[in-house]
């Protein structure tokens, strides 16, 4: 499996709010891998995902790997790079001064820093997984399929779908109210 043409996908009425993505996240950054002893470990992980609330629907959140990266640009040490064309935006944590400017220009508010405050922390897409033909940890661990990691013309052809679902419902109860 390739990360160049994927994204992570969400469907919004799927998600139940688990946060099974938040913890497989962490689990899948800890020194360990291991739920227990990742508990333990000092500093403890950190998800790179984050499940939002808003007006009753739980929105998980992470760095969309932005085509014209807002973050890459602005680095001043360029510790926020890709490794090639269409592949994720990560964190070269030597580099990292801490300088906070990634965060101030991220339109989706995903990037944090590390426990400690100096170093840039966000989502890489599990990349190592993904190079031994594994979804992120997030989207694996997600019990009803709300997260997927589909190419951009699997997304393209899910909205064609969803958008052709709703307007046949709309001309139902056009129908019907008639």
């Known amino acids: ?3 160049k043409g994927r994204s992570i996908y969400v469907e919004l009425e799927r998600c139940m709010a688990c946060r099974g993505c938040e913890i497989a996240c962490a689990l899948e950054h800890s020194e360990s891998k291991d739920l227990f002893a990742a508990v333990r470990e000092e500093p403890q992980p950190v998800s790179r995902v984050s499940l939002e609330c808003v007006d009753g629907t739980a929105i998980p959140l992470q760095c969309r790997h ?5 973050c890459v640009t602005v680095c001043p040490t360029q510790a926020l790079h890709r490794i ?3 592949q994720p935006v990560l964190i ?12 101030m220009v991220c339109p989706f508010g995903v990037i944090t820093l590390r426990e400690g ?3 840039a922390l966000k989502c890489d897409l599990c990349l190592h997984r993904i190079e031994a033909d594994e979804m992120p940890a997030c989207v694996a661990a997600c019990p009803t399929g709300a997260l997927q990691f589909p190419t951009i013309e699997e997304i393209t052809r899910l909205k064609r779908e969803a958008a ?6 709309a001309a139902t109860a056009s129908k019907e109210q008639r």
Do not use: L, T
């Not at 070269?92 to 965060?103: A, F, H, L, Q, V």
């Open 84 to 86: 090639g064309e269409g």
């Open 66 to 70: 932005c085509e014209d990266a807002p």
């Open 1 to 3: 499996m390739k990360a």
């Open 164 to 169: 052709a679902r709703s307007m046949k419902e």
């Open 92 to 103: 070269d944590d030597e580099r990292c001064i801490g300088c906070k400017m990634c965060i």
């Open 117 to 119: 405050g100096k170093v």
